[in-house]
């Protein structure tokens, strides 16, 4: 991150079974991290995320359903990078209904992101 300048970075991980038995494909991030990359690819794990306030200056988030996401985002629309690690460190519990496991809870979620916090245009936020 200091090399880089980067006011984030997050690292790859992999998800594993409710009881930790066995872990899955290696989820990798983009080694650069972008406002528009980051709306198209949202799988950064907020457990993974380290944020450079040296580099930031004061952050505050706002109360939504995705408030790192929204983080992220604004500090991207800065104009600084993020740093993505591409070294397997974490380990992401997946749960029998949980949030994360409702793929169209969550696309709305981030549609709703889209269109709320961001102010992106309805056609925009549904591709």
Request: glycine share 8%; proline share 3%; charged share 25%.
């Amino acid at each position: 991150m200091a090399d880089r300048t980067a006011p984030f970075c997050a690292t790859s991980y992999r998800r594993m079974t409710e009881g930790g038995e066995k872990a899955g494909r290696l989820i990798r991030v983009p080694e650069r991290i972008r406002y528009g990359d980051l709306l198209k690819n949202t799988s950064i794990a907020a457990s993974t995320v380290m944020i450079d306030r040296a580099v930031t200056g004061p952050i505050q988030t706002i109360s939504t359903f995705h408030d790192d996401f929204v983080l992220w985002l604004s500090l991207l629309k800065r104009g600084l990078d993020g740093h993505g690690l591409n070294e397997d460190l974490m380990r992401h519990r997946v749960v029998a209904g949980s949030y994360s496991r409702n793929k169209p809870m969550m696309a709305y979620h981030v549609w709703r992101t889209y269109r709320g916090a961001e102010r992106l245009g309805f056609a925009y936020s549904c591709w």
